[in-house]
């Protein structure tokens, strides 16, 4: 038995559509080098990453948003800091040794 559609039914049917959208952060690396790290107690590999938010349409990064984060990643334990965790720490050795110096003099 053969269904028919009456010409009625067939003009109620309506295309469905539907957007996908959403967000994505990529990450890339933008430097790479050798530090001690503190939770290793080591001096190992790091890279400086860079992770910007994207809007994305279909899976598609659009356009950024937002402010980009920067840190650094050790290859060994993969702990990540704060690029300026170690600007810190180099100043406060900087102040030690010319502390250690004055005291000597």
Not at 63 to 73: M, R, S, T, V
């Amino acid at each position: 038995m053969a269904l028919r559609m009456s010409a009625s039914k067939a003009t109620e049917r309506q295309s469905m559509f539907f957007i996908v959208w959403g967000r994505e952060g990529i990450v890339k690396i933008i430097g790479s080098g050798n530090l001690e790290c503190p939770l290793c107690n080591l001096v190992t590999a790091y890279e400086l990453r860079k992770v910007q938010k994207y809007f994305t349409l279909f899976w598609i990064p659009i356009f950024p948003y937002g402010k980009a984060i920067e840190y650094l990643e050790c290859l060994r334990c993969k702990t990540t800091f704060s690029p300026d965790f170690f600007d810190l720490k180099r100043d406060s050795d900087v102040v030690c040794d010319e502390q250690e110096q004055d005291e000597v003099d």
